[in-house]
Structures are given as C-alpha cells and as structure tokens.
C-alpha cells in the first residue's frame, strides 16, 4: 500500500518550497533543486528562492544546520553521505561532507574529501605547484585557464571526528583500504602502512594484503592482525570483534572467535569457509557452495556451482541468487528454490535480488528472487542498488516509469507524468521527478503476500470468476467489461501454451518457461 507525502518544512526559510497543486488528495513539491539519498532515505533541497541546499527529512524537517551555506550539494551513491561546497577564499578548498541526517562529517575547508568508508574519510590540502609536479588540474572552464596543485597535508577523519594529518608521501595518493576501525595507506616509496582508530601506527612493517597475514610453519597457522599487530584467534588477543571485518576463523570442522574460542562445530568438514556477512557465510566443500549461520545451521545446502555475488549481504531480502549445472535461479533463506533453475548463465545479468535477459525482441526479462519470471518485458529497467533491493523501475516502449516490487506488484503505475523515478534499495521510498521543479515522493510497506492454504500456489488469479465477472492483473476484482472500471487494463486473454520445444521437443510440463531448459530456444 502506498500513500503520497507532501513534505512540510518546519522552518518558515523554506515553506514557500511546497505547495498543493493537482487533485485533491494529491501533493507535489516545488524546490529548485531537490534529490534523494537513496542509503539513508533523507533529501538534498534548494528550495525556490535561496541560492544554498539543506538536508530534509520526509517529513520535511530540516536537518542540516540553517546558517549554513551549502551552495551545492549531492548524495554519494555508494556510502551514506552528502558532498557540499561552500564559497571558500581561495576557491579551492571549499568540499565538506554531511552524513544522512545533515551533521557535519568533515567539515568544508578541503580541496577534495576521499570517502574510503563510512567510518574513513580523507580531506585533501592542496599547494601551487608547476605542471610537472602536480597531483591535480583545476581548469576555468570559462577561459580555459589551468592551475596546478600538488598535495600537502591531508586530515584523517574517523567516525566524524579528526584522527591525524598525513604528509603527501604517507598518504601516497590515497591508495588506501579500510578495514573497519582499522586502516592502511600505501605511501609514496609502496609500503604498506597500517593504522588503528588513533592513527597510530601499527609496528606491522610493509604489510601483506588484507586484515589479517598468515603463516605456516611445522603444520601450523599462525595470524597476525596486521592493524594492531596483535597475534588473532588465540587466548592472549583483546581486539574488540566489532573492530574487524572478519572476527571468526574456520579450522578443520571448527569455527573461532578472535580469542580462539570454538564458537561451533560445522555439520560436516568444509573445504572452506568464507567471511560472515550479514549473519551468514558462504561454504564449499568438493567445489559446491552452500550458506551457514552464525550458530552453524546448514542454512542452504552446499549443491550449488554458486552462490551470491562477491559484495552480497547474503539474504538481506531474504532470497541469494544461485547457479546449478549451468543454469541460474534463486534461493530464499529456508533453501527452497524459488526460481526455477532453467535459465543459462550465460544469458543472465544477476542483480542478487533480481536478475534480468534481454529478450530477442529487445526488451527485458525480469526474474525476481521471490517470485520468479515477471509476466511484463520491459523497454528498460534500473535497480537502485547493485548488491541487492526489494524493487526497480520499469520503462515501458512509451518511454513511462512505473515501479515493480519483488513479489511482482506494480506499486507505482505507469504515468506519463513521471520524468525520472529515483528509488531506496529497500523499496520504502521513492522521489518521482516530474518536471519544472516539481517533485513527488511516495513511500511503500513491501511486504510478501498473505499465504492462503485455500488457494494453490499455481492458481492464478486473474482472469475470470465463476460468476463470470475477472480480476485484472492489478488485482481489482468485480470487472464485467472488457476493462477494469479501477485502473483501465484489459481483460487478460487465455493464450494456449506450447507443450513441447519447438527445436528440440522438449516437453515443458504444467508450467512453460520462456526459454527450453535443454536447448535454450526462446518459447514463444
């Protein structure tokens, strides 16, 4: 269920951003600017008549500081932050950075702000340099003028507070990982450095990649934690689990916590056990993946060639993508296949929580973790994230938006109002563009269907009723005609369904899909 939200400022500086146009009922916002932080689900506004930027809420509570002058600013799509500038005196160090709620981060006196995490940050000062020594180019796009500037400090951010400053060759500039409250740069002569939360130097020297550098000697595994220096996963280590990226070690059957406790035994000896992440672990065992918990359960059994994408939280939506023999589907997190595993690997670009084919026709299949192959081809559809989102926008030939959850409901129609549409990863929120400075923003509960022991799961239940009266494909029931009275689509036509492939033969079954699982000839 959907309903539209007029946001309402509290603050009298940008009442005049919103106002009621339309029917009744509805609500657009008019502002200057105005964009969605699709990770913290909060909004960049210029409203009409100011010539500097706020962070709002939904409800259109202001959240950054009033007084400040943000004379731009723009959501960062990977990590949950707002860049802004500031006129500065020497028009060079002007960026800052704002987390989701407007509060400053880093504040706006740097020539460049390196995000390396959400907890890291880097501002960069620069000096005048000549061209041979420069690390960047300013460029007067007006008259062509180039300046030159070469690194001279730059101020470590963790956590939103200062940590230390680094000269230009510790910074080594900025090839650099953060590895939770730990950090490493490499500097200028390619040594790897590492930090702890105090920027305090780890005694690791020129390090190896990632948290942790193993050893072997006399059959026997030693790690060291290459941020503080500490030896890991024995008795003696008081590293903080909530600082690491990966505190839990896999051994013969045996899963540690970084003070060397067995935390459990798994079923059964796996080849390998990869890092937790959100709550799960990926596992193989004779080149088959499978999903653990963090209490050992067998969560997907290891059958599968693979499991998720690299950067996956695994079931953050409650569904991983799979592949098995060759072909692609789903799996949720009771290991039922929900998607069945008929599509080649090949054809498939694999989004986590969805996946799409493009068709011989041009357009594009959808698969959805929860509910398999959408019944619409789209024109064109984007994904609010890469590594997983309970919902997309869907394009049609006519160039409309509309919005498609994962249980493959339309939760925002087409309308040939709709400029751009621009959407949470979770679904909750999405900000519609409609033109002219005029904004809409609709928020969404997505959740999964009612399960109804009645109804089979293969009933469909659309088309007609026994009193002969239909349900159109928007679930509005009670329809006579040849339209529905409530949204105008058309009574769905009974199609007869091919029983075999027409290449090879293949019988299909009760259920026809649109590809042959055994020669891949798209079923028409």
């Not at 909750?428 to 109804?455: M, R």
């Amino acid at each position: 269920m959907k309903r539209f939200i007029a946001l309402v400022l509290s603050l009298l500086l940008l009442l005049s951003v919103f106002s009621v146009a339309g029917a009744e009922g509805e609500r657009t916002v008019k502002a200057r600017d105005f964009g969605l932080n699709k990770l913290t689900g909060t909004f960049y506004c210029r409203p009409l008549g100011s010539d500097f930027y706020q962070v709002v809420d939904i409800d259109g509570n202001v959240l950054s500081d009033p007084n400040a002058k943000y004379k731009s600013m723009y959501a960062n799509g990977s990590y949950p932050f707002f860049k802004v500038e500031v006129t500065s005196a020497d028009g060079v160090h002007d960026e800052g950075l704002l987390d989701g709620n407007g509060q400053v981060v880093v504040p706006a006196v740097y020539a460049d702000i390196n995000i390396i995490s959400d907890r890291w940050q880097a501002g960069v000062k620069l000096t005048s340099s000549s061209a041979d020594e420069k690390d960047y180019t300013f460029t007067n796009w007006s008259t062509g003028e180039k300046n030159f500037y070469r690194v001279d400090t730059v101020d470590i951010y963790f956590d939103g507070e200062l940590v230390g400053t680094l000269n230009r060759s510790e910074y080594g500039g900025g090839s650099c990982t953060a590895y939770n409250a730990y950090i490493c740069f490499t500097n200028m002569e390619r040594e790897r450095v590492y930090y702890n939360s105090k920027m305090e130097k780890s005694p690791v020297a020129n390090g190896s990649y990632g948290e942790f550098d193993s050893q072997y000697n006399k059959g026997v595994y030693t790690y060291t934690h290459q941020g503080s220096g500490q030896k890991a996963f024995v008795s003696t280590c008081t590293l903080d689990p909530a600082d690491l990226v990966d505190p839990y070690m896999y051994d013969r059957g045996e899963v540690f916590d970084v003070q060397g406790n067995v935390l459990f035994k798994t079923a059964q000896a796996y080849d390998t056990v990869q890092s937790f992440k959100n709550g799960y672990a990926s596992v193989r065992i004779r080149s088959k993946y499978g999903l653990i918990d963090l209490q050992g359960n067998e969560v997907i059994e290891p059958v599968y060639d693979r499991l998720g994408n690299y950067e996956d939280k695994p079931l953050e939506f409650g569904y991983i993508s799979a592949v098995k023999d060759g072909k692609f589907g789903f799996v949720d997190a009771n290991g039922n296949e929900t998607t069945p595993f008929v599509y080649s690997e090949d054809i498939v670009n694999n989004r986590t929580t969805f996946a799409t084919i493009k068709n011989l026709d041009g357009t594009t299949i959808v698969l959805s973790g929860a509910v398999g192959e959408l019944a619409e081809h789209f024109a064109d559809v984007s994904f609010p994230n890469y590594y997983g989102c309970k919902a997309f926008v869907g394009q049609n030939e006519n160039n409309q938006y509309c919005v498609v959850d994962i249980y493959g409901n339309t939760i925002l129609p087409y309308n040939e109002g709709y400029r751009n549409i621009y959407l949470t990863p979770d679904g909750s929120i999405a900000l519609v563009y409609y033109g002219s400075q005029e904004y809409g923003i609709f928020t969404f509960d997505i959740q999964p269907p009612a399960e109804n022991p009645d109804t089979p799961d293969d009933t469909d239940t659309t088309g007609p009723a026994d009193d002969g009266s239909w349900t159109c494909e928007n679930g509005h029931s009670g329809n006579t005609g040849k339209f529905c009275t409530e949204c105008g689509a058309a009574k769905p036509v009974e199609e007869e369904k091919p029983a075999f492939c027409s290449n090879c033969g293949y019988a299909f079954g009760d259920k026809v899909p649109s590809f042959c699982p055994e020669c891949g000839t798209k079923v028409e």
